[in-house]
């Protein structure tokens, strides 16, 4: 069964701080890692997907890498704003229909 | 409307009531899906369906009964829930049931009395 852990669990930092969230799974089998952000009692909002073949994505400040051999992705945030500041989730899918999430990472950028 | 939409953004129903929750998707997707958010637990995948059949239930009780009339339209049916079934329940949608990214709408959240 896959397991998805997000460390750390909770992470507080000044704006304008480069950031790293780190994701790992224990089924390295995947079709694709996706991250995703949540502001609190909303929706989830896609950031970047990543397929098994690839190794990164970009999108604006945003960079997602994936090493699907040793079970990690990594999200990478420059210059963090408050406007960054959200819970940020990892989802693998492995099974072709199914997203495993993680616990998430909730951040707080300080002004 | 655009994106993933889901009605009642919240819900309070009794242990005895029957109540649905309902998902639309506006961008032309063909597969979607029921998760359920509980307080300090990761998201869980309850229901997939793709091309209006179920593909996927994933362990859920059968007081939850899901519902796809077409590939628009998400249903979960509610009956008898308990305490423990309080939580943020979350609609997806995606332009196929295999390696294409999710789109997720904003949530009910319900409350069981």
């Known amino acids: 069964k896959q397991e998805v852990t997000q460390i750390p669990a909770a992470l507080s930092v000044p704006e304008g701080e480069n950031l790293v969230l780190n994701c790992s799974f224990t089924?390295?089998?995947?079709?694709?890692l996706q991250w995703f952000r949540q502001d609190p009692g909303k929706g989830l909002t896609s950031l970047l997907l990543?397929?098994?073949?690839?190794r990164e994505q970009t999108s604006g400040r945003l960079n997602a890498s994936l090493d699907k051999s040793s079970g990690r992705s990594t999200l990478y945030i420059a210059a963090s704003q408050p406007g960054d500041s959200a819970t940020y989730l990892c989802?693998?899918?492995?099974?072709?229909?199914?997203?495993?999430f993680g616990g998430g990472t909730r951040l707080m950028v300080k002004p | 409307e655009t994106g993933v939409t889901q009605t009642p953004r919240h819900l309070v129903m009794g242990m005895t009531n029957k109540k649905s929750l309902k998902c639309e998707q506006h961008l032309g997707h063909n597969a979607m899906y029921w998760y359920k958010q509980s307080a300090k637990k990761p998201l869980e995948l309850m229901f997939v369906?793709?091309?209006?059949?179920?593909?996927e239930n994933n362990s859920v009780p059968s007081r939850f009964s899901p519902e796809c009339p077409n590939s628009s339209h998400l249903f979960l049916h509610l009956h008898t829930l308990q305490p423990e079934d309080s939580a943020l329940y979350l609609c997806a949608s995606s332009q196929g049931a295999g390696t294409y990214e999710q789109y997720f709408g904003p949530g009910t959240r319900l409350t069981v009395t």
């Open positions: 989802a693998v899918n492995n099974a072709g229909n199914m997203l495993t």
């Open positions: 990543i397929q098994s073949s690839q």
């Open positions: 369906y793709s091309l209006e059949e179920r593909v």
């Open positions: 089924d390295s089998a995947i079709y694709n």
